[in-house]
């Protein structure tokens, strides 16, 4: 089971972004994308990669945010919940940079 909570990472989300968050990003890839492509407006570089190509039975995912040199990133087994985690972990940082 995930560590994170879908519920709980579209709460941070909303903190965040306000209602600029797509519906259900922590659920769906396809909106998780959408959240991707928020940040990248905000200057983010994103990347999601698969960490277990060739398994038939095993899924882990690391989303990437990167901005001025500063690297988030967070594994986990659903790629949604994996960018969801991390643009909140990208977006925290920037917030206590301001």
């Given at each position: 089971?995930?560590?994170?909570?879908?519920e709980?990472?579209?709460?941070?989300?909303?903190?965040?972004?306000?209602?600029?968050?797509?519906?259900?990003?922590?659920?769906?890839?396809?909106?998780?994308?959408?959240?991707?492509?928020?940040?990248?407006?905000?200057?983010?570089?994103?990347?999601?990669k698969?960490?277990?190509?060739?398994?038939?039975?095993?899924?882990?995912?690391?989303?990437?945010f990167?901005?001025?040199?500063?690297?988030?990133?967070?594994?986990?087994?659903?790629?949604?919940?994996?960018?969801?985690?991390?643009?909140?972990?990208?977006?925290?940082?920037?917030?206590?940079?301001?």
């Open positions: 089971m995930s560590e994170f909570i879908p709980r990472l579209e709460k941070q989300l909303k903190y965040h972004l306000g209602e600029a968050v797509p519906t259900h990003a922590a659920y769906n890839i396809n909106a998780a994308l959408k959240l991707s492509e928020i940040l990248e407006a905000k200057g983010f570089s994103f990347q999601l698969d960490l277990c190509p060739k398994s038939m039975n095993e899924t882990r995912w690391r989303a990437i990167y901005k001025d040199g500063k690297k988030f990133s967070i594994d986990d087994p659903q790629s949604s919940v994996a960018v969801c985690a991390a643009a909140i972990d990208a977006l925290a940082h920037q917030s206590s940079d301001v």
